[in-house]
């Protein structure tokens, strides 16, 4: 006998007649969804492929410090205490600053100065080989960032590359060499899901093309910043890691990547503290779900007069579901999902459109100078803050349903030839 026969396979015609007989709607279009990367229609029943994702590595929960804050110390440990068990260190290390802190036992990612690079990394490096213990992490020194934050070289474009090639291509401490990508910028500027993973990878790219040794395989950091706009950000992982590989692939460099995640700047809202920890909750759920190798607390969430409060409660979001639901335990959740797996493609074939595009018009440094992807970011901003105002996009807690009764301000994104970060609190 056989059980399922007994039961009719639905077409997508049987679902969609359904759909609207349920809803109540004379049509399909109704029930359509109107995302950050166009018009989605929900009601699928196949796709044209399954996605191949392979996370690298157990989920870490990461946090960065600046060394040369007060009472830094302190904050590292009760941060381990937490559960934090991958640290970024900026800064100069000193025997103060880390005292206590048992490197052996976690991740030590050291990010480099762009203005000090050469004595940060001797000062570093010092610290490394006075240290008797082993330890693991990674060296991060990202010189294009700071043109992409602030329009400006360290020093000019031949020198700062010519510094990361000298960092990259030595030998010293070469296992903890990785190519860091701070990709988290074209997010948090408002760039949507297909041209932040189009920038990351034309960023990425201008470092493939500094490599020496192709043979090796290139350990590679991709930092993203990561919404409330659930499914979405889902996809935009997977597509991102598969965009990537097709790049290395077609260089022909072997790649073990990396994706760190932190929560971008607008999902965090200045005047709703407790509605933070349910978009923290769907960002890291996201994150989990799409593949992230790491979750970074974001900084803006941790509140200094009250640190241990914050810290604690925004370390223990992604602890439970690592630990408490398993969710990190399986190797892509979403695969075979339609939505998902729809959506990774879209955002995937887009986003390789548009990177080649980047390629035809000289690479991304050269697509930076003419402003292109700068001023496409302050449009985005510009229709963000515009729906905001006129609560067609809603932020509960911020500007509906807020206490305070605030009025919003329009566009403070200013006009220069550098990505903004657009924050919430700037609109008040």
Known sequence: MNNWGEFAIPTLENWESKILKDLKTNSLESIYWNSSIGEINPAINSVKEINQINPTSQLKINSEFDLSNENINEQILFALKCGIDSIVFKGTPSSSSLNGVMHEIIENHILLSN???????????????????????????????????????????????????????????????????????????????????????????????KIENSKKEHKIILKVAIG??????????????????????????????SIETVEKSTSISPTNKELNLLRSTTCSMASIIGGSDSISIHKDLINAVNYKKTFRHYAKIPIVLKEESNISKVN?????????????????????????????????????????????????????????????????????????????????????????????????
């Open 332 to 428: 892509d959740p979403s695969r075979g999902s339609y939505s998902i797996e729809n959506l990774t493609s879209i955002i995937k074939n887009n986003s390789w459109e548009l990177f080649k595009q980047i390629e035809e018009n000289g690479g991304w440094i050269n697509y930076l100078e003419k402003q292109i992807p700068q001023k496409q970011c302050k449009k985005n901003a510009a229709l963000f803050i515009s729906k905001l105002i006129n609560k067609d996009s809603v932020i509960v807690g911020f500007n509906k349903y807020n206490l305070n009764n605030d009025i919003l301000k329009p566009n403070p994104i200013e006009q220069t030839n550098s990505f903004t970060t657009l924050k919430l609190e700037m609109l008040l």
């Open 228 to 257: 409330t706009e659930y499914f979405i950000e889902i996809a935009k992982l997977r597509a991102l890691r598969t965009l990537v590989q097709s790049i290395a692939l077609h260089r022909n460099i072997s790649i073990k990547i």
């Open 115 to 209: 203005e000090k690079i050469t004595n940060n990394y001797k000062e570093w490096s010092n610290w490394l080989n006075s240290n008797d213990k082993k330890i693991e992490g990674t060296f991060r020194y990202d010189p294009l960032y700071k043109f992409i934050s602030q329009g400006v070289w360290n020093e000019s474009k031949t020198e700062d590359f010519k510094n990361w090639q000298l960092f990259y291509n030595s030998s010293d401490h070469e296992s903890l060499k990785v190519i860091y990508i701070n990709g988290s910028i074209y997010a948090n500027a408002l760039a949507n899901p297909i041209q932040e993973v189009a920038y990351i990878g034309a960023h990425l790219n201008e470092y493939f093309e």
